[in-house]
């Protein structure tokens, strides 16, 4: 069982593999090893009754008995020299078989040496060669003998046995050595890598159990720098969930509370509508409306009691007068200060929207824009415009003010990563795009720099929109 666990595991599989690579080099290596071990088996042979042959030629005297131990000495049954284009029988004795094959070693190729290896070492009979090379010394034009293969075979497979028993020496050692260096390069490493995954699971908030890249090796430590990016972001997400989800809950409160505020002021200004003074009867509907509006909102927040905005509910909005009303509500924000408003907006348009969503997207752009000029102490302007085509209907809010600061413009539609002014929560953008998102539609931030910003909204008049390309400028609050 624990001989299976190693092998399912990266060094037990790894240390399998090494040896497979490294036996199969070898068997590679084997072929050639014993083909060049028969040569000089055969040379040695050759060499041999040379030497032997030497000797009858300086003596002619020799007896049969001292012949046969030279022939027995050099391992052949006989011997014969070509000399001065003289073929002689040097050394002689009686053959026990016929001759098998003939091997001629002065003109072979390495892969006929080879394949005549191959043979010899899987041919279990006895057999009776012919081998011809040259003479040592250049002592005549070439050496012929005949010999049994059978002590040749047995030291063939004698060497063979020793080169596949070193070849496991090798490749066990190497694959120990490759074991050790995969354990301390790799495998220590990754499981270091996934403790501390395991750790950071236990408690995503706590920011000490974010992993700190230490590997050496570039590509683990890209793993871990990786790793550490994802929970350093999750760990940011997590904490501003569990803030929305707090923000939620004191909303709700807040809201509950407000809304008996307002439905007090609301009996109020139902009587100021009965006034006779010119002023206040103007202002009246203004008041009830801005009113009912506010508590409509806390009933919404109360209704739900999540982040998430109702679904919108679509009618036919006259944009002129939507913008209008926004407008109007802002100017009465800006005293004496020097602030124009600009409004291109077709009298006849009517966009398919939820007037009071579409009426807080427009406010929250405006007022941001009225802060945003109002806090550079310098007059400016904010233009809305409007206009359609056959697939949407597009409302602009464009200001002269100073732009966005670089954070808001990092993270423009997160809440509580840095507002459009100083002191902002950035909430207001966020609920604007979520609101526009609630309609199919897309709020883009087409430009901002020194020379004020420009934001767009994108109704669709199908279905909802496609998410933008990634190489449109825009910024999209997808």
Not at 150 to 162: C, E, F, K, N, T
Not at 215 to 232: I, N, P, S, Y
Not at 355 to 370: I, T
Request: charged share 25%.
């Amino acid at each position: 069982m624990a001989i299976s666990r190693f092998l399912n595991t990266l060094t037990g599989r790894f240390l399998i593999l090494t040896v497979i690579f490294v036996m199969a080099a070898e068997v590679m290596i084997f072929v050639p090893s014993v083909a060049r071990y028969r040569e000089d088996f055969l040379l040695s042979r050759l060499e041999r009754a040379q030497i032997a042959s030497l000797a009858l030629l300086a003596n002619d005297s020799l007896d049969m008995d001292l012949e046969d131990e030279l022939l027995a000495n050099a391992g052949v049954y006989n011997v014969v020299l070509r000399r001065n284009e003289i073929r002689q029988l040097v050394l002689s004795s009686p053959i026990p078989d016929q001759i098998h094959a003939t091997y001629d070693l002065r003109d072979a190729t390495g892969f006929e040496l080879m394949r005549d290896a191959m043979v010899t070492l899987f041919d279990p009979e006895e057999r009776v060669i012919r081998v011809i090379g040259d003479p040592v010394k250049q002592a005549g034009l070439l050496i012929e003998v005949t010999l049994p293969t059978a002590p040749l075979r047995v030291a063939m497979i004698d060497y063979g046995v020793r080169i596949l028993t070193l070849s496991a020496v090798i490749s066990f050692f190497t694959a120990f050595l490759l074991f050790l260096a995969v354990r301390e390069l790799l495998v220590r490493p990754i499981r270091r890598v996934v403790g501390a995954m395991t750790s950071y699971t236990q408690a995503p908030e706590d920011t000490r159990r974010i992993i700190e890249p230490s590997a050496k090796v570039t590509e683990l430590r890209e793993a871990e720098q990786a790793l550490k990016t994802m929970e350093t972001e999750l760990t940011s997400a997590l904490r501003q969930k569990e803030r929305l989800a707090q923000l939620g809950g004191a909303v709700a409160k807040v809201s509950h509370d407000l809304r008996n505020i307002l439905t007090t002021a609301q009996l109020f200004t139902d009587r100021l509508e009965m006034s006779n003074d010119p002023a206040v009867t103007r202002a009246a509907p203004k008041l009830v409306n801005s009113i009912q509006r506010a508590v409509n909102l806390c009933e919404t927040t109360l209704a739900f009691g999540k982040a998430e905005e109702p679904a919108p509910v679509l009618s036919g909005v006259r944009v002129a007068e939507l913008v209008g009303e926004v407008i109007e509500g802002e100017r009465l924000s800006i005293d004496d200060f020097d602030l124009s408003f600009a409004e291109d907006v077709p009298a006849t348009m009517v966009i398919r929207a939820d007037f009071e969503q579409m009426h807080r997207v427009l406010s929250n752009l405006v007022r941001n824009a009225r802060q945003a000029i109002m806090a550079t102490g310098k007059p400016g302007e904010i233009a809305v415009a409007a206009y359609e085509d056959d697939g949407e209907w597009v409302l602009t809010v464009t200001d002269t003010g100073p732009g966005l600061p670089p954070k808001a413009r990092e993270h423009l539609f997160q809440p509580f990563h840095g507002g459009t002014r100083k002191g902002g929560f950035g909430l207001g953008l966020a609920i604007a795009a979520e609101l526009v998102r609630g309609h199919g539609g897309r709020l883009l931030l087409e430009r901002s720099d020194e020379t004020g910003t420009a934001f767009a909204i994108h109704l669709p008049k199908g279905f909802a929109m496609t998410p933008a390309p990634a190489s449109e400028p825009a910024q999209a609050a997808e």
